[in-house]
């Protein structure tokens, strides 16, 4: 372990734990930042503003081997290369300030896991501050050595010729050494996700916890929880931030057998095009303490353009969870009552909300389907399918099917229902039809949560395999079959068949070992273009 850093770096500033103004102030100080009106701290992360997924490595050991889902995504690195970059990450640091953070993973005591982060950047060490678990006098004094160290030094750049790597970033962790580092990227997110990665190995291997990349509410009255799955763009976090709900967590939760709790301490929410009136709690969470990434700033008033792309799409604010109003402050619920998966359908086929039966949950999860828009990267000229399995492919080094059962036997355990809501398009695909008004999907999801959908009629979409609602509450009738909203109908059953095939396809390549149930549980495009002939 790195228990034997600060020996390493005797010529180093090492700021331990320090406070947030502090690191605010040393920021400033260093030049890697500036203050918005706000009070906000904003900085730049130079040439990656994103995540670095074919950066991303696990160190191959006997230990691991046969438990890691290995591939594309999960991809091996030798102990060997693993240690020769740390070493020199760890001499590159020398005479150079170091900030360290020990804070907790895990909101529920029985699971949670203690983190030791350095990094090179007092920003960055201030980011990782607000998005994990804080501890106070008395943890900080007890902390003891870590469960696991991460080392985040983005002015290390690797040499990939050398070390037989794809690039000078490298995102490493070695788990049975409890280790992992981050070289060559200033993205502070690689940091969360890292911590996120380790989590959903340790929790379902060691405590039997189904770890989830989703967000989290409750009802303020009764208590009861829902889940909200998705991937960049659905909706995750504006949807969870509800003002009449209170908000467990935006990101990250692990699933035990006493209900739900917060893996993080914090929230990092997108900032692209953010509207006070749209996402009030957000908007009011960007100030002094917060960390905003990549928003461009007006330099005579200090006024944040949240509508800016010129740096990059990916605009973030990362904040404690405390910064939003509602928050629950033990980040713990009980069982949930309601998931919810959350899709941006693209093309404009899949209804704005349908309920699962717990197979068709069980493949909806593995699938993780969401669409990428036109204009949104170079070269996408129309709509484009994504499937992350999971709703979290980069984050989970174990195989689909061990979270895909850890969920379905919840599902059968507890009777939750899940619901599948398209936050996407309606009326025609993107660049034809219109996006699904806010106000009806928080409504859709309030119905959902509040038992409204519980006895209504459903009509069963044989394409898709899913069961829409008649009537729901506070939203018009006419758009909740899709087709219905489609002036040209014949176009509407093409472009239908055309993506249940995708996710066909999908499924059939990257699952080939999963449970014949479950694959029947996705759509069946045979005997509707047999139906069509």
């Not at 969360?192 to 009255?221: A, Q, R, W």
């Not at 806010?438 to 899913?466: P, Q, W």
């Not at 239908?496 to 990257?510: G, P, T």
């Amino acid at each position: 372990m790195f228990s034997t850093i600060f020996n390493n770096l005797e010529s180093s500033a090492v700021h331990h734990n320090e406070s947030a103004p502090f690191l605010v102030e040393k920021a400033l100080m260093r030049k890697e930042g500036d203050l918005t009106d706000t009070g906000a701290l904003a900085v730049r992360t130079g040439k990656y503003t994103g995540r670095s997924p074919e950066d991303k490595y696990i160190v191959d050991t006997k230990g691991v081997h046969n438990k890691i889902h290995w591939g594309s995504v999960n991809r091996p690195v030798s102990r060997k290369v693993f240690r020769e970059i740390r070493d020199e990450m760890v001499d590159y640091l020398r005479e150079k300030e170091v900030f360290v953070f020990d804070g907790f993973a895990g909101a529920d005591p029985r699971y949670r896991r203690k983190f030791r982060i350095i990094n090179e950047k007092a920003w960055q060490n201030l980011f990782i501050h607000n998005l994990l678990i804080r501890p106070d006098e008395e943890e900080l004094k007890e902390f003891g050595e870590p469960d696991f160290t991460i080392l985040s030094v983005p002015g290390y750049k690797c040499d990939p010729e050398r070390f037989g790597i794809h690039s000078e970033v490298a995102v490493i962790i070695d788990y049975e050494a409890h280790e992992a580092i981050i070289a060559g990227t200033a993205y502070a997110g690689e940091i969360k996700k890292t911590v996120f990665s380790i989590m959903n190995y340790v929790l379902p291997v060691e405590d039997g916890v189904l770890p989830m990349h989703c967000s989290s509410n409750m009802d303020p009255v009764t208590g009861e929880t829902a889940v909200f799955f998705g991937l960049s763009g659905t909706g995750k976090t504006t949807l969870s931030a509800d003002p009449s709900r209170k908000l467990i967590g935006d990101d990250e939760h692990g699933w035990s057998r006493e209900g739900i709790f917060n893996i993080e301490g914090g929230c990092y929410a997108k900032c692209i095009d953010l509207k006070e009136d749209e996402q009030p709690e957000i908007f009011h969470a960007v100030k002094f303490g917060a960390v905003t990434e990549n928003v461009i700033v007006d330099p005579d008033t200090g006024v944040p353009d949240f509508s800016n792309r010129n740096l990059t799409e990916n605009t973030r604010v990362g904040y404690p969870l405390d910064f939003i109003r509602n928050s629950e402050k033990k980040e713990r619920g009980g069982i949930p009552k309601a998931v919810i998966f959350l899709t941006a359908d693209a093309f404009g086929v899949l209804p704005p909300i349908s309920r699962l039966s717990k197979k068709a949950a069980m493949y909806q999860f593995v699938t993780g389907f969401t669409a990428k828009l036109a204009g949104t990267e170079r070269g996408v000229k129309e709509p484009q399918p994504t499937f992350s399995t999971l709703f979290g492919e980069p984050f989970m080094p174990l195989k689909a099917e061990v979270y895909a059962e850890m969920l379905g036997e919840r599902l059968e355990k507890y009777g939750t229902k899940v619901y599948l809501v398209n936050t996407g398009w309606s009326g025609g695909p993107y660049g034809e039809g219109h996006r699904m008004k806010l106000a009806y999907t928080r409504a859709m999801i309030r119905a959902a949560l509040s038992g409204k959908l519980d006895n209504v009629e459903y009509i069963h979409d044989d394409l898709f395999n899913l069961f829409i609602p008649k009537t729901c509450p506070g939203v018009p009738e006419d758009i909740l079959n899709p087709r219905n909203t489609w002036r040209d109908k014949t176009s509407y059953d093409k472009q239908a068949i055309e993506l249940a095939s995708m996710f066909e396809d999908n499924f059939r390549e990257k699952y080939p070992d999963m449970p014949g149930d479950i694959a029947a549980a996705g759509p069946h495009t045979e005997q509707m273009e047999s139906a069509a002939v």
